[in-house]
């Protein structure tokens, strides 16, 4: 049996063997199929999605987000067809039915360091549960961005009208205070 070079070489970061461990805690399932993922991710059968920069958190935008669950390897989650009846093309069943993965890999391609390989690195930084964006804040600490990504001040708003409302009711409140003496 020949194995299959990796197109991308990876130097992981060193807490994603603890993050791996976890998930195998929780459920072994778990582990196998992240082990498979981050395999696919490796040997380029796989792409993430590309992350943006988001408000309240780190800059990650030159890192990518792979999400996984267990249900694809249910095999009754692929198949409601037979069951529900629906004749939907099966990614829009897939789509239409299942909830969104909730676990996901976090990663980045690298610039190839100095030598003869000149291919692109694969560093996987954070494998967990993709709740309440924790994920993307552990990964940024992991690359020491902890500054979140702040959205653009709001200019202070000059409402003319406002002000010209307040200015005239209290030029009312005096015209009829003292024509009371």
């Known amino acids: ?8 070489p990876s ?4 807490a994603v063997r603890g993050d791996i461990l976890t998930l195998m805690e929780e459920d072994l399932q778990l582990g196998v199929i ?17 992350l943006e920069a988001r408000v309240g958190l780190p800059d990650l935008s030159d890192c990518r987000v792979l999400r996984f669950d267990t249900q694809e390897h249910d095999p ?6 037979a069951v529900t009846g629906a004749h939907l093309p099966e990614r829009d069943l897939e789509a239409a039915a ?11 391609l690298q610039d190839p360091v100095e030598g003869p390989d000149r291919r692109l690195h ?5 494998v967990a549960a993709s709740l309440e964006a924790a994920v993307y804040r552990l990964a940024g600490t992991r690359l020491n961005r902890p500054q979140v990504v702040r959205g653009p001040r709001r200019p202070a708003r000059h409402d003319a009208s406002r002000e010209q ?9 005096s015209r009829s205070g003292r024509g009371h003496t």
């Open 1 to 8: 049996m020949q194995s299959r070079q990796a197109r991308y």
């Open 11 to 14: 130097n992981h970061h060193p």
């Open 34 to 50: 992240v082990l498979t993922r981050i395999g696919q991710l490796e040997r380029a059968e796989l792409t993430g999605k590309p």
């Open 76 to 81: 009754g989650w692929r198949n409601i067809t």
């Open 98 to 108: 299942a909830p969104p993965p909730r676990y996901c890999i976090l990663y980045r």
């Open 122 to 126: 694969l560093q996987v930084l954070a």
């Open 165 to 173: 409302a307040q200015r005239e009711a209290r030029q009312s409140a």
